[in-house]
Every structure is written in structure tokens, then in C-alpha cells.
């Protein structure tokens, strides 16, 4: 189950946290950076990131306001969660595993390790 953990417009960052249970004991965290626009809803069980067509693509970089100059790098991912679906546009977007405290690592022994990243 992933939630939206944080949003910070000044530093352009959307977190998408899965905390850990009984079932899965390790945090899992999606960090997208230089993020342009979001559609999301609160809550993904069993969250899927998909790339998107080229149209759809550009019809989100277009209604973002991201300079021409700039889209050739720009990234948007669609989430998909049975009916649920959105997207992300940023410039990056990294998943860390590691760690079962819900607040971050809980000393400088727990580790949290960088297991995908996509830039494009």
C-alpha cells in the first residue's frame, strides 16, 4: 500500500511511501524529483508505474508550461492501482529500499539502498 508521503513545491519532490507490515517488513519509498505536475489520489494498493504513449506524453508537458527547449529530458509516468490511475511529470524518479522505521532510518547502521532509477 503506497500513500503520499510528501509534497515539497520548493524543492520540487513528491514521495510515495509504503510503510512496512506483517507481510512486507521493509520500507519501500518512490521519489520523484523535479516534479512539473501531478495527478495522484491519497492512496495505491498494489501500485504499477507504466511509461505513457507519446500523445499523452506530451499533452501533460504541454499543460504543465514546460519551455520547448526543455522537454526533450522531461519524464512522465503514469500510476496505475486497479481503477486508480495518475501520473507524475518530473525529471527523475528513484525507488529506496531499506529500513522499518515509518520516519526514516532509525540510526546511522540501518541503510537504505537505491534499487531502480529512471532519467530520461
Same mark, same amino acid.
Given at each position: 500500500?503506497?500513500?503520499?508521503?510528501?509534497?515539497?513545491?520548493?524543492?520540487?519532490?513528491?514521495?510515495?511511501?509504503?510503510?512496512?507490515?506483517?507481510?512486507?517488513?521493509?520500507?519501500?519509498?518512490? *521519489?520523484?524529483? /523535479?516534479?512539473?505536475?501531478?495527478? %495522484?489520489? &491519497?492512496?495505491?494498493?498494489?501500485?504499477?508505474? @507504466?511509461? =505513457?504513449?507519446?500523445?499523452?506524453?506530451?499533452?501533460?508537458?504541454?499543460?504543465?508550461?514546460?519551455?520547448?527547449? *526543455?522537454?526533450? /529530458?522531461?519524464?512522465?509516468?503514469? %500510476?496505475? &492501482?486497479?481503477?486508480?490511475?495518475?501520473?507524475? @511529470?518530473? =525529471?527523475?524518479?528513484?525507488?529506496?529500499?531499506?529500513?522499518?522505521?515509518?520516519?526514516?532510518?532509525?540510526?546511522?547502521?540501518?541503510?537504505?539502498?537505491?534499487?531502480?532509477? %529512471?532519467?530520461?
Amino acid at each position: 500500500m503506497f500513500s503520499l508521503w510528501r509534497y515539497a513545491i520548493g524543492h520540487s519532490q513528491l514521495l510515495l511511501r509504503s510503510a512496512p507490515d506483517s507481510s512486507n517488513p521493509e520500507r519501500l519509498d518512490l *521519489l520523484f524529483e /523535479g516534479v512539473s505536475a501531478v495527478q %495522484l489520489v &491519497s492512496r495505491y494498493e498494489g501500485l504499477e508505474l @507504466h511509461t =505513457l504513449d507519446e500523445a499523452e506524453r506530451e499533452r501533460i508537458i504541454e499543460m504543465s508550461g514546460v519551455p520547448a527547449r *526543455l522537454r526533450p /529530458g522531461q519524464l512522465v509516468l503514469g %500510476l496505475r &492501482s486497479g481503477s486508480k490511475v495518475g501520473y507524475v @511529470h518530473c =525529471l527523475k524518479a528513484s525507488a529506496y529500499l531499506g529500513g522499518t522505521s515509518i520516519m526514516g532510518p532509525s540510526g546511522p547502521s540501518e541503510s537504505i539502498d537505491v534499487i531502480w532509477s %529512471l532519467r530520461r
